[in-house]
Structure formats: structure tokens, C-alpha cells
T-cell receptor, first 110, second 112 residues
Framework: NAGVTQTPKFRVLKTGQSMTLLCAQD?????MYWYRQDPGMGLRLIHY???????AKGEVPDGYNVSRLKKQNFLLGLESAAPSQTSVYFC?????????FGSGTQLSVL | GENVEQHPSTLSVQEGDSAVIKCTYS??????FPWYKQELGKRPQLIID?????GEKKDQRIAVTLNKTAKHFSLHITETQPEDSAVYFC???????????FGKGTTLSVSS
């Protein structure tokens, strides 16, 4: 039982490049979330999903897109990366209210 | 939308002292208030939570209090130990599956 798995763990991009972060959970959770963590800013919600095929905007959705084609996967896409998107990205899932976090992806945009 | 303010941003205490972290929220419809602990380089983990129909909840050395009228809630850690050193986040949401909004975090340092 792996819990919440994020890939990749580290990535360096150049401005304007695109990439997709993958989050996979094996707990059959309905709800999934993407957060970004920046120093002094806490955890800010980017997008979330309440079930397969659904997505919703969080606090800071601009510049990101998401998809939840399968219940166990939640993808976060950056179409044209900007230095302001340098951050640690955490995926989380939940069945009710308790969130289970992945180990994070450290993304640097140069 | 919901906005969660957290204070202080840093807190230093001596081992054995108590630590208190306070949060306020803006949306009166919020009814779930968890606290997460994040050790250096690790993922956040839930340590305690409280729902709006409860005023106080305890779990060993940690406790959370909620004042719905004033829209604030607090984390209390007694008899602090060096392993309590971490970043603590409060959060609020209206219901399960909706947006869980976090405060900016408090870095707690416990010195022995």
C-alpha cells in the first residue's frame, strides 16, 4: 500500500517549457488536491477534484491545468512554465476530511 | 472565499514550556478545522482536528480550542519536547471534499 505517490520528485525547467506532474493514490479516495508550498506562504490550493472526471479551481489556479480521468490519478500540467512557478508541489488525497499527502515535487523554473 | 490567518509566524520555547498558535478564519460556513505538522523535508501530517460542534479536543499533550462566534481556533502544546520542532499549519473547510484552505504556518523551535 504505497499511499500517495508523486512523480517526478525533482525537475528543472526552462521558462516556456511544459510539463506534467503525476499523482497516484491507491487508497480509493474520492477527493484529490494539488497544493504549492512557498517559503512564508504556507500551502496554497491550486486545483482539486471531488471525483473522477471532475475538477475545481482553488486559490491560485492561473497557469495550471488539471485532469482526473481515472479515480486514482490526478495530473497537474504547466503549459508554459514561468519562474514564479518555482515551488514545491504537494498532491494529497482524502476519503473524508483527513488529507494524505505525497512526498512532494521540487520544481525549479529557470 | 475562505481566508485563514495564522500567528505567530515563528515561535521559540524552552523544552517543557507550553506553546500556543492561533488562527482566525473568514467564512462563517467553515465547520472543520485541522492542524498539520510538517517536519523539515517531510510531508504535512494531520495531528489533530476539531469540528464546529465541539469547543475543545485533546490528544495527550496537544489540544485545540474553537470559538465559532469569534471565528478563531488555537493549538496548544504542553510540555514541549525537541521533537515538537516543526512547522505547524492550521486550516479550514466547509465540508469534506471541498477546498481545505491553510494558514501560512508557524515555525516552532523547542530548545533543550
Amino acid at each position: 500500500n504505497a499511499g500517495v505517490t508523486q512523480t517526478p520528485k525533482f525537475r528543472v525547467l526552462k521558462t516556456g517549457q511544459s510539463m506534467t506532474l503525476l499523482c497516484a493514490q491507491d487508497m480509493n479516495h474520492e477527493y484529490m488536491y494539488w497544493y504549492r508550498q512557498d517559503p512564508g506562504m504556507g500551502l496554497r490550493l491550486i486545483h482539486y477534484s471531488v471525483g473522477e472526471g471532475t475538477t475545481a479551481k482553488g486559490e491560485v489556479p492561473d497557469g495550471y491545468n488539471v485532469s482526473r480521468l481515472k479515480k486514482q490519478n490526478f495530473l497537474l500540467g504547466l503549459e508554459s512554465a514561468a519562474p514564479s512557478q518555482t515551488s514545491v508541489y504537494f498532491c494529497a488525497s482524502s476519503l473524508g476530511e483527513k488529507l494524505f499527502f505525497g512526498s512532494g515535487t521540487q520544481l525549479s523554473v529557470l | 472565499g475562505e481566508n485563514v490567518e495564522q500567528h505567530p509566524s515563528t515561535l521559540s520555547v524552552q523544552e517543557g514550556d507550553s506553546a500556543v498558535i492561533k488562527c482566525t478564519y473568514s467564512d462563517s460556513a467553515s465547520n472543520y478545522f485541522p492542524w498539520y505538522k510538517q517536519e523539515l523535508g517531510k510531508r504535512p501530517q494531520l495531528i489533530i482536528d476539531i469540528r464546529s460542534n465541539v469547543g475543545e479536543k485533546k490528544d495527550q499533550r496537544i489540544a485545540v480550542t474553537l470559538n465559532k462566534t469569534a471565528k478563531h481556533f488555537s493549538l496548544h502544546i504542553t510540555e514541549t519536547q525537541p521533537e515538537d520542532s516543526a512547522v505547524y499549519f492550521c486550516a479550514a473547510s466547509i465540508q469534506a471534499g471541498t477546498a481545505l484552505i491553510f494558514g501560512k504556518g508557524t515555525t516552532l523551535s523547542v530548545s533543550s
